[in-house]
């Protein structure tokens, strides 16, 4: 199973610059663990200690964010396209 997963800039010093990698999985837990066997310590960037996806990060699939399907436990199918994003926040007072 190919799922393709976009990588935003802050997280490319783990994928040697990649924009976009593969991984496979059948659920995004799945996916970020496989991610890890490659890309080692990038797993530990998107995922707090508990296993939940960290506050400030972002994860789309298909361009549907996670958080409004099952989070961590969200299925994949192959030809999947993950996005992961950082929260960005700043601007003036």
Do not use: C, W
Request: aromatic share 4%; glycine share 10%; hydrophobic share 40%.
């Amino acid at each position: 199973m190919a799922i393709e997963v976009r990588i935003p800039t802050i997280l490319r010093t783990y994928t040697d610059g990649e924009k976009a990698v593969e991984g496979s999985g059948t659920t995004l837990a799945d996916l970020l663990a496989d991610l890890e066997t490659r890309h080692a310590g990038i797993q530990a960037r998107i995922v707090d200690e508990s296993g939940d996806l960290r506050r400030f990060v972002n994860i789309y699939l298909n361009d549907e964010d996670v958080r409004f399907l099952q989070g961590i436990a969200t299925e994949l199918s192959d030809g999947d396209n993950v996005t992961i994003l950082p929260a960005v926040a700043g601007g003036m007072r």
